[in-house]
């Protein structure tokens, strides 16, 4: 009887300790709105920024991936669909991405960028677009 | 010819000639089977009733006493126990692990394969 206690109260703990934590997905689909195809085509580079109840940034495939998005191949008017996984179940959630027309990426380089906001929740998955916005300057670049 | 008569007939009149040998009127003896010739053997009626074989032979004691100073690792609950225990602690750390990670989340969902990619928690 104490050995089952035991390992009851070293289960208890175990799951004090580690938490129940379970996936959240965030499908973002990257739409290109106004921006022409002329200057997505000059885009080097893609980064996602993420903000708010979770931080994170990674950059988009370029050449060479199985799926590319920047430089865009074909995928215009809609770039395509990135998930996110998190285990953040609440407070919101920004994805910002950047497209710069030089490498390496600066803010000086952003030719267009867009974001979306999400409230994290109990939902598995929850989709959403950015849809793009052209910057100050252009992508086309000499 | 008379000679030859009168040694024929001392020849015949001898106690240990032939002649008087063959005429042996003794009767045989009866055989005995095996079965009769070992009644000992075959009944074997004394070993049952004879308490002393039950008792302690000072060979007994010497078995018990030689097992009584084995070493603890040379006794085989030592080994039962000891197998018992190491099978039970790699059982609880497996379980452990595969519950930790539950409990952590799991796995992440395989990425959709018409995605640009899958980031974030799990796939970093």
Known sequence: MTRVRGLLGAAALLLLAG?????????????????????????????????????????????????????IDSNWPELGTFEYSTFTDSGSLTFTMNAYNMTPPMDSYICVSGATTLSASSAITQTATITLAQGNQTCITP | MLLLCAVVGALVATPWSSAWAAEDTEEPKAMKTEHEAAPQQAEDTDTAKDKSLLTHKPADDAVASKQ??????????????????????????????????????????????NFLGCYGQGNQ
């Open chain 1, 19 to 71: 938490g129940c934590n379970s996936y959240h997905y965030f499908d973002i689909t990257v739409d290109f709105g106004s921006v022409s195809f002329e200057e997505a085509g000059g885009i080097k580079r893609c980064e996602v920024f993420v903000s708010g109840a979770d931080t994170d940034n990674f950059v988009l495939p370029s050449t060479g991936a199985k799926r590319v998005a920047c430089p």
């Open chain 2, 68 to 113: 009584a100073d084995q070493a603890f690792y040379e006794k085989w609950q030592f080994w039962a126990v000891t197998g018992g225990i190491v099978a039970g602690a790699a059982l609880a750390a497996v379980g452990g692990y595969f519950l930790y990670h539950s409990l952590n989340g799991g796995d992440v969902r395989p990425c959709n394969a």
